[in-house]
Structures are given as C-alpha cells and as structure tokens.
C-alpha cells in the first residue's frame, strides 16, 4: 500500500514510518521539520510541506497514488496551548481541515488520526472507556476534539472513513535503539527522569504531591510507541475491511504515579536521580488511565511492553545514545 505519513519527522511518527517499512508498505512522509527531525525519516520519499499549504500538499497527492493517510502533526503542549490557543486550532485544526479537503478532492477515503486522552478532560470516573464524556480542558484537547468531530461530519458527507487514536501517555523509544524521544523543549516525565539520571538535568521537578492519589503524585498509563504504531497498523485493516469509522483509547490500563516512575527509573538506571517538590502545574488531572478493552476486542491489539521497566530501559538506551 501507499502509506501518507504527515508528521512522519516526529517521535511517534518517525517509530510508525519504521514498522510501515517493515511491512513492506511503500511509506511517503509530509513534515514541515517545526517539531521534527530529518534524519528520523528512515523512508526515502520526504517532503518538507506544511498541510496548511493546499498547493504543496496537493502536489504530493498527485505525484503518488496515495491509499491511507495517517497525520500525526500536531502541537502537544498542554500549557502551551493554553497561553497561544490561536498557535493550536490553526496547526491542530485548521490544517488538518486543510488535509482532508485534499484527501476529499483525491478521492483518498482511509484515515487514521493521533487523537489524545486529553479529548476526555477531567475523568469522571477510572479507568476512561470511549463512552466517558468529552469535555476537554485545555485548547490543546479542544482542537483535537474538534478534529474528531469534523471527521464524523467527513464521513456523512464524502463517505471519508477514519479511525481515531487516543493515545494516553506515549512513551519509550525504538526496541533496536534507532530511534526515540527528541523533543525540544522537552516538557514529559520520563525523558526528563532520565536527563536527571543521566547529568544532563541537576534534578527531576515533581509538578505536585498533593494529588488524591496513594502516594501524592498524579498517576498516568504509559504506552511503549511500539504498541502504539501496532494499534496503527490494526487500525488500516480494519478501515480496509470496509468498517465504520470509530475511536479508540490506547494505553495498558495501568496507572504509575510520578514517584513510581522516578523509582522504577532509578532501579533501571542504577543512579539516585534527584528530586525537587515543585507546586502543581496547570491544567493536570490527578489520573488518567485508559480502558482499551474496545481496541482489544475491535481490533485485536493486545499491547506487548506491558512492564513499564521496559518502556523505561528503551528510553534510557535511547538517552545514552545522546547526542543523537
Ligand atoms: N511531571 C512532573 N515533572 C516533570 C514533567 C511532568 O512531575 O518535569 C508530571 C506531570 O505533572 C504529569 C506527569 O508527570 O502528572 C506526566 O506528564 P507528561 O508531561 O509526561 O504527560 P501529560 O500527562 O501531561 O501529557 C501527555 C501528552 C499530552 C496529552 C496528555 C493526554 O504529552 O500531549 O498526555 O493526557 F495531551
């Protein structure tokens, strides 16, 4: 198949274009490098376009005959987008509107999006299944939210199928150590323990310890970016048996609370990784966990990383290959 991969520069992207090569899929890669990095496109068929840009996109649709399209571009930063929300509906929504009205005007009808937990807002109840109410809490899940919605409204019109990820927390790194986590800033909790473990960072910050959690410390599922790209994959032969678009949570259904991580990080590690108490950051739930129960029944995806010392040790192996 002739596989789209928007945002294929980036850290799940880049992990997704390896197993699209690996299943011999014939992989094309839209990314406009704002986030990401040339060199983690292992495919050879790379344009530096923005999806906003209909001209250049439409160009990549003529020149291949593409079949599916996964988009994985988007801003991630919750604080972020609280401060410049105008930065997040343009990238997050506007362009992806921008996307689909290619994929509409090429007749290309299979989609697979990189939604987020953070659609959900503040859990009313543990672990989140896909009938939790929506009401998110930060543009950042609003603009993703929205997407969601202007994809049902895709499908009624033009018959576009889709398939919505909601990942919770995307994490580790490549198994064979090729690839991994490059965010610049980095803002997520396990790169930034292993900084701290590494010397890069004096200190790991904990963002609050007054949570109602055991331990004070928010808790969230962590999912290795290899179980994730595998849900992709599920995702393309489902839309190409002809189902109906749906939405999905991904994550392991089990919680590690901050202190958990930093401890679990420490055995991996073998190093005393320090800690400063820190007041909350804005806009974090005390725990977020995903029920992913329909995606294993729908999709028969059963997550292999289960054990969180593995999401962490690849992590680490890719934090010791800095600089990369
Ligand atoms: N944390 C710290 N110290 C840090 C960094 C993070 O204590 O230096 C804490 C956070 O407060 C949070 C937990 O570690 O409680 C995890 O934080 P991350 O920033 O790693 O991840 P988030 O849960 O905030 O966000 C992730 C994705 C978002 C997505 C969200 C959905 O990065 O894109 O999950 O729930 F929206």
């Known amino acids: 198949m002739n596989i789209l991969v928007v945002g294929g520069a980036g850290f799940i992207g880049s992990h997704m274009v390896k197993r699209l090569l690996v299943d011999h899929h014939n992989v094309i890669v839209i990314d406009n490098l704002s986030k990401g990095f040339r060199d983690a496109v292992l495919c050879d068929s790379f344009f530096e376009v923005d999806i906003i840009d209909k001209v250049a996109t439409g160009k990549v649709f003529a020149n291949h005959s593409i079949d599916v399209v996964f988009h994985f571009a988007s801003f991630i930063e919750v604080g972020e987008s609280v401060k410049f ?44 299944d896909e009938a939790h109410p929506k009401h998110p809490i930060n543009p950042y899940g609003e603009s993703k939210l929205m997407v969601e919605k202007m994809l049902e409204e895709f499908d009624k019109e033009y018959g576009l199928k889709s398939v919505s990820l909601r990942y919770f927390n995307a994490a580790g790194a490549d198994p064979q150590g090729e690839l991994g986590e490059r965010h610049n800033p980095e803002t997520h909790l396990i790169p930034l323990v292993l900084q701290a473990a590494s010397g890069r960072r004096d200190a790991i ?22 179980d994730l ?10 839309l190409r048996k002809g189902n109906q678009s749906a939405a999905f949570n991904l994550g392991n259904g089990k919680g590690f609370s901050v202190r958990e991580i930093i401890d ?45 010392r593995d999401i962490i040790q690849h992590a680490w192996n890719w934090e010791n290959k800095f600089p990369w």
Not at 205 to 226: E, L
Not at 229 to 238: K, L, V
């Open 205 to 226: 910050s904990i963002f609050g310890d007054d949570y109602d959690t055991p331990d004070g410390t928010c808790i969230r599922d962590y999912i290795h970016i290899t």
């Open 229 to 238: 790209a595998d849900a992709h994959i599920r995702a393309i032969e489902y």
């Open 264 to 308: 679990a990080a420490e055995n991996v590690t073998n190093k005393k990784i320090p800690i400063r108490l820190h007041g909350r950051r804005a806009g974090d739930p005390a725990t977020l966990v995903a029920d992913a129960k329909l995606a294993n029944k729908v999709l028969g995806w059963k997550p292999e990383f289960t054990n969180i």
């Open 85 to 128: 929300p105008e930065k997040y509906f343009k990238n997050n929504f506007e362009a992806t509107r921008s996307l689909l009205d290619i994929m509409v005007q090429f007749q290309v009808k299979q989609f697979v999006f990189s939604s987020t937990a953070a659609v959900f807002g503040n859990p009313e109840y543990s672990p989140i």
